[in-house]
């Protein structure tokens, strides 16, 4: 009897307000809204990244450009002037003297050779050619 | 509850209460009330994302500058004339600068910018209309910027400015952008619509804090860059015309000058080049006289080097050949009541007469030739038309028909008097007569390739004319030789270890109601080397002092451009300098 009581208290007790079925339903709903809310989260996440690269990307290739202009602002000839004058250097076409001519058939003309190695070279240790 | 199937409220509701004291109902109750809340942002979560808000406007949009695209000179991408680059424009707002890093602001400022520090401090007196959007200066360093917005109340822009890495060079051909971005002389103008590129644009919607949310962008066109164009023109070649033009009209104090280096068998221009020039960046410095391209859009009377021309045309209608012989009179020849005033006397060949430019021969040549024959070979040298070179500005020149020819006409018309021409009409028609008497098309512009590599447009080589035989326009190249060497009036057009061919010009500008006393373009231009000629050069200058002669002004400006030029295309010469000096050889291998 006593056992028979405390079951009824206990069903009594325990029991839910709602029918299991409507309790299921409701936390499938909101199961359904948690997970709407958690993969929204992720979406938004994910674009923010993809927002933040295209905008690193941009300034990556504004970098690249400004480099690169600053890398031909270098080389152009006034700049390449004030090196060579910077490092003392002197560039010129060759004199006449300095010129072995060659014909058109890639042959140098008679003596030029001879004379150009000797200008290279006017100690005469290894003349080729003698100044008369 | 219901009695008869009428509802008993009574009943209901004394079992709702009764419901509501039980435990059950109790619970029910608490959780109704902590429930509803999650229910009512779940409906409002649901409809903000799934709901239909037009009438709140989310709209998010961005547009992104398409780059300009680059010009280069024919030289690959190893010299680009002309880049669009973003670089940062900083601004101040004064009261947006921390008390105690004021003094810090002004320094880097002053060191980063190049701003004086009284003007930096007065900005911070400013005050109304524009106090608090200062501008300070542009800087496409990345440290400076860094730097520079470190600090509270600096900011930057990033615009996108057009710069022109090598300055005056090729000012002229290239042209500039106005501020706007768009182009507005040269090949900027002429090729603007190539060069621009197309914005790219994102279409989205914000959240309240005005940041795209990603998920809803609808729309994403990425930015589109403009063609490059690459010339024909070489840098190099360029400098040095640049610098030879600078440094004769200098010389001679004279208003300009303008040089045009043409390849002969292609008809490519390698230079094009017109002092004064101007620097693109700062166009707003010049005037728009300043800005026109004289080596196209000069027409003037071109003087003694039309004389290949009619020459040319007599030769190719046999009336005679270089050893014809002209009476050049006796210094005056009276022709329909003009005297016409030569420097040659007696009897002279046809080629003698081109080398040392006589007046009188040539005029009769052209009396012989005859109105409307020497009007045919003067448009089929197309004088009188443009090449339609794709540059504006381009002037067809003057050329009357034979109809509004006086009697006087082909007598001074044939000695480049009584017509105007441009300067690359003028060198078009000697590289025809070097080119065996093939006239090519005069370009500029090489290709034009798009961003991702594709071709778009590539120019060739193309035959417009044969004004003359291929065996008349040898002769007459064997002629003009003859210029430069000893009793021609080019001597000093003369290349070491090349020979060239050309012709010396000196003419009267013309005045209203006639010619100067004063003032005269001095031309020379001639092919090297004339054995197998590979490039053409003008130069013309205007009215050069005290000396006015091309053969004093303008033929050696052309030698030292030509020395270069065929040092630089590595031409064999072809006239190789005799060995002045004694030398005994010995055991030569070669």
Redo the contacts between chains.
């Keep these: 009897m006593a056992k028979r009581n405390q079951y009824k208290y206990n069903a009594k007790m325990h029991k839910l307000p709602l029918s299991t079925n409507v309790i299921g339903l409701l936390l499938l709903s909101v199961a359904g809204v948690l997970g709407y809310c958690v993969f929204d989260a992720q979406c938004n996440t994910l674009g923010n990244e993809i927002r933040r690269k295209e905008v690193e990307k941009r300034n990556l290739e504004n970098e690249y450009l400004r480099e690169e202009a600053r890398w031909n602002a270098s080389k152009t000839p006034a700049k390449l002037e004030e090196a060579l004058i910077a490092h003392g250097l002197v560039m010129q076409y060759p004199k006449e003297e300095q010129l072995v001519r060659m014909d058109r058939k890639g042959r140098p003309v008679q003596g030029q050779l001879s004379i150009a190695k000797f200008h290279r070279n006017p100690q005469g240790t290894d003349p080729i050619a003698k100044h008369k | 509850m219901t009695q008869g199937g009428r509802v008993d409220f009574h009943s209901f509701w004394k079992r709702a209460v009764s419901f509501g004291k039980s ?3 109790r ?2 109750f608490v ?1 109704l009330l902590l ?1 509803l809340p ?1 229910v009512r942002e ?1 409906w409002k ?1 649901c409809s903000l ?1 799934l709901g239909n808000h037009a009438r709140i406007s989310h709209t998010y949009k961005r547009t ?1 500058i398409g ?1 300009r695209g680059r010009i280069y000179d024919r030289n690959g991408t190893d010299h ?1 004339m002309a ?5 940062w424009e900083f601004f101040l707002d004064p009261q947006s600068v921390e008390t105690n890093e004021k003094a810090a602001v002004v320094e880097t400022i002053v060191t980063n910018l190049n701003q004086k520090s009284e003007w930096v401090l007065e900005q911070f007196q400013r005050t109304g209309r524009g106090s608090r959007h200062i501008k300070l200066g542009r800087s ?3 440290r400076i910027h860094a730097a520079l917005t470190a600090f509270r109340g600096i900011g930057a822009d ?1 615009i996108i400015i057009r ?1 022109y ?3 005056r060079r090729m000012s002229h051909v290239l042209g500039f952008v106005n501020r706007g971005g768009v182009g507005s002389s040269g090949i900027e103008l002429a090729l603007n619509t190539e060069l621009s590129g197309a914005p790219g644009v994102i279409e989205s919607e914000k959240d309240a804090r005005r940041r ?4 809803r962008r609808s729309t994403y066109a990425p930015p589109i860059p403009g063609h490059n164009v690459h010339l024909t023109l070489d840098l190099n070649i360029q ?1 040095t015309v640049e610098n030879v033009l600078k440094e004769t009209v200098e010389k001679f104090t004279a208003i300009r000058g303008w040089c045009i280096v043409q390849k002969i068998k292609t008809g490519e221009l390698l230079a094009l080049a017109t002092f004064p020039d101007f620097e693109p960046e700062r166009y707003d410095e010049y005037t728009s006289d300043e800005w026109k391209n004289y080596a196209l859009s000069s027409v003037y009377e071109p003087g003694s080097i039309m004389k290949s021309v009619t020459v040319s045309a007599f030769l190719n209608e046999r009336l005679g050949n270089a050893n014809t012989l002209i009476n050049a009179e006796h210094g005056s020849w009276f022709y329909a009541g003009r005297p016409l005033r030569d420097h040659v006397t007696g009897y002279i060949s046809v080629a003698t007469a081109l080398k040392k430019s006589s007046n009188v021969a040539t005029a009769k040549m052209a009396l012989q030739l005859g109105n409307g024959r020497l009007y045919a070979y003067l448009r089929a040298y197309n004088f009188g038309s443009k090449f339609s070179i794709g540059l504006e500005g381009e002037e067809r020149g003057i050329l009357a028909p034979p109809a509004r020819w006086s009697k006087l006409s082909p007598t001074r018309i044939s000695i480049g008097q009584g017509v105007a021409v441009t300067g690359l009409q003028m060198v078009s028609a000697y590289s025809a007569l070097a080119n065996e008497g093939k006239m090519m098309r005069p370009y500029l512009v090489d290709r034009i390739i798009s961003a991702n590599g594709e071709v778009i447009r590539q120019n060739r080589p193309e035959v417009i004319g044969r004004p003359v035989r291929p065996e008349v326009a040898r002769q007459v190249c064997d002629m003009l030789t003859g210029v430069t060497e000893s009793g021609g009036t080019g001597k000093r057009a003369s290349v ?2 090349y020979s060239v061919a050309g012709k010396t010009g000196t003419a009267q500008k013309a005045v209203r109601g006639g010619y100067s006393q004063t003032d005269y373009y001095a031309s020379f231009v001639g092919f090297v080397p004339a054995s197998d000629p590979v490039f053409t050069v003008l130069v013309t200058v205007e009215r050069p002092r005290p000396q006015h002669t091309g053969g004093y002004v303008s033929a050696p400006a052309f030698a030292k451009i030509a020395t ?1 030029v065929a ?1 630089y295309l590595e031409i ?2 072809d006239e ?2 005799e ?1 002045t ?10």
């Design positions: 435990f059950e109902g619970l029910l959780f429930g999650f779940g979560l994302h992104f780059m680009p880049v669009s680059l973003p670089i496409q360093d990345s990033e710069q890495p090598y300055g795209e949310i990603y998920s400098s070491s270890g270069e040092q064999p010469p190789p300098d060995i000096e004694k030398w005994e050889v010995e055991d030569d291998p070669l």
